[in-house]
């Protein structure tokens, strides 16, 4: 079973920048970040395919946030610019973690990011 490992997160001000890193300890497919705030629930912010060719984001991060990765390694990174007090969560790596996956089957811990006003 793959394994997935974040790192990156902090406390930054508003206006600043972070990286999210999440370090895979095996072959991935498909991988995202999700964020989960306090009462909320957990939902995505960006995906990127296997090949790295195709991503998506959520509305309120586009333009600030951006997902890329690096298949040499098998990590995936979030760098977040222009961050928000409304950014302020905790930070999932997820992927599909075989070619027959039907979703997000395998996550990380999470990395608490906290931007303050």
């Known amino acids: 079973q793959v394994q997935l490992v974040e790192s990156g997160g902090g406390l930054v001000q508003a206006g600043g920048s972070l990286r999210l890193s999440c370090a895979a300890s095996?072959?991935?497919?498909?991988m995202g970040w999700f964020r989960q705030a306090p009462g909320n629930e957990r939902v995505l912010v960006a995906r990127?395919?296997?090949?790295?060719?195709?991503?998506y984001y959520v509305d309120s991060v586009k333009g600030r946030f951006t997902i890329s990765r690096d298949n040499t390694n098998g990590a995936v990174y979030l760098q977040m610019n222009s961050l928000r007090p409304e950014d302020t969560a905790v930070y999932y790596c997820?992927?599909?973690?075989?070619?027959?996956?039907?979703?997000?089957?395998?996550w990380g811990q999470g990395t608490q990011v906290t931007v303050s006003s």
């Open positions: 095996g072959r991935t497919y498909g």
């Open positions: 997820a992927a599909y973690g075989s070619p027959w996956s039907g979703n997000y089957d395998v």
């Open positions: 990127i395919s296997s090949s790295g060719a195709n991503t």
